[in-house]
């Protein structure tokens, strides 16, 4: 069974990571958070759950507005091939998260298995904060950066920082 909101808050609690959490009304795209940016300060971000022509999984984390080029970024993150999203099963089953909830606090879920290679665009991580839903999309919850690859490598993940938008290769990241 997926951890749930209150597992993954105990998690971070047991780890020594401070968060908070602002409830909102569900979103579901990244259009659909516009008024969230106003009320929560930090970078705001969106998630791309990939598989690869092997199967190898991986989770793209990115700034809300950043550009992504699907058609190159396999050779960015040493993927096989070119890549194309996981469907929402394999979404639930690797992550335990349906679409429009995917977030970088969904590998608590990914623990035993390790089958998700997480990717932390170099521009987000420019950001002192950032926010991401806490399993669900009716909630934003603001962690800094530093806790957030402490969190990544708690769960058992080792994430890449790379930069994988264009605006992070045109800051040279």
């Given at each position: 069974m997926p951890a749930s909101r209150?597992?993954?808050?105990?998690?971070?609690?047991?780890?020594?990571?401070?968060v908070t959490t602002l409830d909102h009304q569900p979103v579901f795209t990244v259009a659909e958070s516009g008024d969230l940016h106003e009320r929560i300060a930090g970078g705001h971000t969106k998630n791309l759950f990939l598989k690869d022509k092997k199967g190898r999984l991986f989770l793209v984390v990115a700034l809300h507005d950043a550009t992504i080029d699907l058609k190159k970024i396999h050779q960015i993150i040493g993927a096989q091939g070119r890549v194309s999203f996981g469907n929402a099963d394999l979404l639930m089953e690797t992550l335990g998260v349906t679409p429009g909830s995917v977030t970088p606090f969904s590998l608590i879920n990914d623990r035993e298995g390790q089958n998700v290679t997480p990717i932390f665009d170099a521009a987000m991580m420019q950001h002192k904060v950032l926010n991401y839903?806490?399993?669900?999309?009716?909630?934003?919850?603001?962690?800094?950066?530093?806790?957030?690859?402490?969190?990544?490598?708690?769960?058992?993940?080792?994430?890449?920082?790379?930069?994988?938008?264009?605006?992070?290769q045109e800051l040279g990241l």
């Amino acid at each position: 069974m997926p951890a749930s909101r209150n597992d993954l808050m105990d998690f971070f609690a047991a780890h020594g990571i401070e968060v908070t959490t602002l409830d909102h009304q569900p979103v579901f795209t990244v259009a659909e958070s516009g008024d969230l940016h106003e009320r929560i300060a930090g970078g705001h971000t969106k998630n791309l759950f990939l598989k690869d022509k092997k199967g190898r999984l991986f989770l793209v984390v990115a700034l809300h507005d950043a550009t992504i080029d699907l058609k190159k970024i396999h050779q960015i993150i040493g993927a096989q091939g070119r890549v194309s999203f996981g469907n929402a099963d394999l979404l639930m089953e690797t992550l335990g998260v349906t679409p429009g909830s995917v977030t970088p606090f969904s590998l608590i879920n990914d623990r035993e298995g390790q089958n998700v290679t997480p990717i932390f665009d170099a521009a987000m991580m420019q950001h002192k904060v950032l926010n991401y839903h806490p399993l669900l999309n009716d909630a934003t919850t603001s962690i800094a950066r530093e806790d957030l690859l402490k969190f990544a490598e708690a769960c058992g993940h080792s994430p890449q920082v790379l930069a994988v938008s264009a605006e992070a290769q045109e800051l040279g990241l």
